[in-house]
């Protein structure tokens, strides 16, 4: 039909995309798709050609097909616009995603979950957005049942020199436990407690730091700041 330079049928070319995908021949399945996106314009059409893209490792097309498909106002579902964020993501576009997902959260189209609030955070901390970041991580550990969250909010807190919200994030992080790094926690506590000139707290946090192996060099480093750090405080006290 193609031959003889007449258009086919849409159906036609969705039993032909079936039967490639049914073949397990991708990359057939993608030029079927390129010809139905040309030919229809229908949103479907966009955002499967953009899986297929991923499916065959073209991410940088998958994320062109996908913002194409966006600007056209074809993604619309909530499935689409957090694959979209997440191709933002990885390519290194973290704010363009997080405005995505806020937006789709203020829409209603994003639900504020742990998955969503937690990716949300995340893609506002790698766009160095520290300030819209806090409060997202703050609703994403308050939903978490391990300290996990709250051990990444105490860093970022830490990194904002917000010493007093670090502190208290270290301990729900500590209270919840199931912790891939605790020593880190220990460490980060330590080391809020320092910058609020509180040095005893802080040699202790930084001793429970040492115990864990990923913190210990660290730790040690800072028990020798932190300790001469009081030593002097103490000799300035009694002059």
């Given amino acids: 039909h193609e031959a003889e330079g007449m258009i086919p049928d849409e159906g036609w070319l969705i039993l032909q995309r079936a ?60 499935a689409d616009i957090f694959n979209l964020a997440q191709l933002y993501y990885y390519h290194r576009a973290p704010y363009k995603g997080a405005l995505l997902m806020e937006q789709a959260m203020k829409d209603g189209t994003l639900e504020k979950n742990l998955r969503n609030l937690r990716f949300l955070g995340q893609s506002w901390t790698l766009a160095k957005e520290q300030d819209k970041a806090i409060p997202v991580m703050q609703s994403a550990a308050g939903l978490s049942e391990d300290g996990e969250l709250d051990a ?22 500590i209270e919840k436990g199931q912790l891939r790094n605790p ?44 300790q001469s750090e009081k030593t002097q405080q103490e000799a300035m006290a009694e002059i």
């Fill in 152 to 173: 990444q909010l105490a860093q970022v807190l830490l990194n904002a020199e917000r010493w007093d919200d670090a502190i208290t994030a270290a301990d729900h992080a």
């Fill in 19 to 78: 039967v490639y995908y049914e073949l397990k021949q991708p990359e057939k399945v993608k030029d079927v798709l390129v010809k139905l996106v040309k030919l229809f314009n229908e949103p479907k059409y966009w955002t499967q050609l953009a899986g297929m893209f991923g499916e065959l490792g073209e991410e940088r097309k998958q994320l062109a097909i996908m913002e194409a498909a966006y600007q056209q106002g074809y993604v619309e579902s909530a």
């Fill in 183 to 226: 020593g880190i926690v220990y460490l980060i506590k330590g080391m809020a407690l320092y910058n609020n000139k509180q040095y005893a707290k802080a040699l202790d946090q930084l001793a429970e730091a040492e115990k864990h192996q990923k913190s210990k060099a660290m730790a040690q480093q800072w028990k020798r700041f932190v």
